[in-house]
């Protein structure tokens, strides 16, 4: 089966990135969300990435509008009728995803592949809505989207290899990398990423240093391009802790523990650069 039409279910930060790379490779994008507001923001945010490319002469102003054309807006997930994979990047809530995923398995044509963009959750679990668990399967991007190369692959428990080459085909004609990986808790990338995370966080909750200065030794020590402070904050301190709690539930051990400070901010509502305030302070 090619794959020609896709859908993106969540038009924020990471479906919208999702949606730009795909376009520029020639699928027709389906981007969907609960409302046109949302879906428009998404949209812009494609435009303004495509008009910067074109700035830096890496794409002609023709190329950016081929690509803009690929994209097709959605407020339905009717849509996903018309597709042969979605790909779900909505809010990380595993009621919600199982819903989206009941949906889309009643919607979608029998051939349609059903990914889902999650950063920690199980694959199997999400794959058990629907009646077609051979054809779930994890696409994990990392953000942001159309920089980042990386694509994490997770096979659920009944994943097929047909449905997983078909993905990993279509990972490399985006031009990433992608790479196998099993479903547990959090895969790799943030069963690693995150408790580093934490641990930043628990030093500046023991008092250890400032922010500026953990991140500062993680950058010119370690050789990362951004602190794991600001990272956190990019990321979303509300994601880190729900990344942190599914570690922590999943894997049942206390090094998985959320800090309290991380708690606390998310409480507060400084959820980091999307809010205006979390480790540091956004204008
Ligand atoms: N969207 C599109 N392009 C972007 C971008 C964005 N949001 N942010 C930066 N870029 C592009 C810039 O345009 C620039 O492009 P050119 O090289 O073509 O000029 C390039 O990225 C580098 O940007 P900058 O020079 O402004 O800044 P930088 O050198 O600090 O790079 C960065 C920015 C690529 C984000 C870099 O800081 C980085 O790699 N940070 C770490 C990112 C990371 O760890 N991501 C994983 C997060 S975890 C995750 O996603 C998984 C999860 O489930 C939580």
Redesign the pocket.
Known sequence: MKIQNIMVVGAGQMGS?IAQVHAEAGYHVYLNDIDAARVEKGLAVIRK?LS?QVE?E?MTEEQKEAALAHIHLSTELDDAQKVDLVIEAAIENMDTKKEIFAALDRLAPEHAILATNT??LPITEIAAATNRPEQVIGM?F???V???KLVEIIRGLATTDEVFENVKNTAEALKKVPVEVNDFPGFV??RI?LPMINEAIYTVYEGVAEPEAIDEVMKLGMNH??GPLT?AD??GLD?CLY?METLHEGLGDDKYRPCPLLRKYVKAGWLGKKSGRGFYQYH
Request: net charge positive; hydrophobic share 40%.
């Open positions: 990135g990435n910067r830096k890496r950063s920690s994990h990392m953000n942001p159309p920089v980042m990338s943030n990423l391009p951004m990272l990019f990321i994601t990344i």
